[in-house]
C-alpha cells in the first residue's frame, strides 16, 4: 500500500488524454459500453461532466453488488467474482477489441497490476459482502480511497471534506464496527486497500491506452486470476444457464460499466477529488441494501448520508473552480 500510495502522487495533476467523449464509440455494440456512451454523451459538454462519470458508476456498481448478493447462494461470493470479471472481460474483449502489439513493458507491468488490484478488490469485497450488511462492507472499504485522499491530496481544502466524509463513514457504522463479523470487517478492510491501488492504476492505464482497451486487458488478466478461485469454491455450478444471465448482470452493472466511466473520469479528474467522491458509495450501498435487500435506513444512516454527500458536494466545487482558475489563465 506505501509504495502504491507514494506513486499517486502524479495523479494529483489532471490527467492527459481525449475528451471524455472521444473516448468510448458506442456503435461498437455491447450493452455495457452503448449504456456508458450514452451516459458520456449527455455529460460531455458539461464542466462537472467528470464528477457525472462518477456518480453513475457508483449508482451502477452498487445496485450490481446487491444483485451479486442475491446469486452467491447459488455460486459462493469466489464464485460470483469469477462470474462477473469472466463475463465483463468477455464484453469488454469483444466491444474493445484491444490490440496487444506495440507496448513497452511499463505498459503490460501497469496492466498486471491494474488487473491484479481489480480481481483482489473484488474477491475480498465479495467475501466481506457474505458474511456483513452491504453497507457496513462498503462503508468500511470507502476507508482506502478515503486514505489515498488525504495522503495524495496536494491541497489543504481536500483534507477538510476527507475528514468530513470520514466522519460520515464512521457514523454510517454506528460508531464503531465491534457488532460486526471480525473476518468480514477485515476483508472490507483490506478491499479498501485494493480499491486505493485500483484508482492510482485505474488512471495510469488510462493515459497509456487509447479509449478502453487497457482495461479490456486489464479485465481480462484479473479474471484469469480469479479462475482457479472461483472453480474450486461454485465447479459445475458456474455453468447454470440461470446463473450465468445473473452472473451477466452483475458484470454488466458491477464492471463493464462503471469501470469504464471511472476510466475515462479519472482522465480529467485529480485522483484525490476521486477517492473523496468515492465517499458517495456507503450511501449508494445503503439504498442498494434498502431496495433489493430490504435493509432499513435508520436516522443515523440517514444523517451519515447527508455527511458524505455534503463532502463530496464540496469536492465537487472545489474542483470545479479549480477549473475555472486554470481556464482564466
Known sequence: MDSQVK?????VAPAAGPRAADAIRPEAAGAGAKAAGSVVRSVSGHRFAPVALVVAGGLSVQFGSAVAVLLMPRAGALGVVTLRLVLAAAVLLIVCRP???GYGRADWATI???GTAMAGMNML???AADRIPLGAAVTLEVLGPLILSVVASRRL??????GLALGGVVLLGGG???????LGAGFALAAGAMWAAYIVFSARTGRRFPQADGLALAMAFGAVLSLPFGIVEAGDKLLVPSTIGLGLAVALMSSVLPYTLELLALRRLPAPTFAILMSLEPAIAAAAGFLVLHQALSPTDALAIALVIGASMGAVRTQARRRDGQDAR
Open 125 to 127: 469485497f465479495y467475501q
Open 7 to 11: 506513486e499517486a502522487a502524479p495523479a
Open 157 to 162: 481544502v481536500n483534507l477538510l471534506w476527507a
Open 99 to 101: 490490440k496487444v502489439r
Open 176 to 182: 464503531g464496527f465491534d457488532r460486526l463479523d471480525p
Open 112 to 114: 498486471v497490476a491494474f
